[in-house]
């Protein structure tokens, strides 16, 4: 099994910047892509960007130009950086790997409060 824990969220204004964390502990070895999802009150879950094992990335529209997603292999961390922040990226950023012959996030973290006042 694989244990995530984020860290780094936090209150902003409006056009800050914070970098999220997420250690990743236990099967390590069977993690493929990693990604930071995000889910806002009332609304759906969505994928806010991923990285794989080879360091391909790709983002939401939404976050393109202002977030990049980065992982530190030999930590076992991956990271969000967020630039030129929205009240419209207020949510709960989750944490969210794959394991090797499987596309599903199966392992998730507890989530951490992102909250940008405008």
């Known amino acids: 099994q694989v244990q995530l824990v984020e860290s780094g969220g936090g209150l902003v204004q409006a056009g800050g910047s914070l970098r999220l964390s997420c250690a990743a502990s236990?099967?390590?070895?069977?993690?493929?892509?990693m990604g930071w999802h995000r889910q806002a009150p009332g609304k759906q879950r969505e994928l806010v960007a991923a990285?794989?094992?080879?360091?391909?990335?790709n983002y939401a529209d939404s976050v393109k130009g202002r977030f990049t997603i980065s992982r530190d292999n030999a930590n076992n961390t991956l990271y969000l950086r967020m630039n030129s922040l929205k009240p419209g990226d207020t949510a709960v950023y989750y944490c969210?790997?794959?394991?090797?012959?499987?596309?599903?996030?199966?392992?998730w973290g507890q989530g951490t409060q992102v909250t940008v006042s405008s």
């Open positions: 236990g099967s390590v070895f069977s993690i493929n892509t």
């Open positions: 990285i794989t094992s080879h360091g391909s990335t």
């Open positions: 969210a790997a794959t394991q090797w012959g499987d596309n599903r996030y199966r392992s």
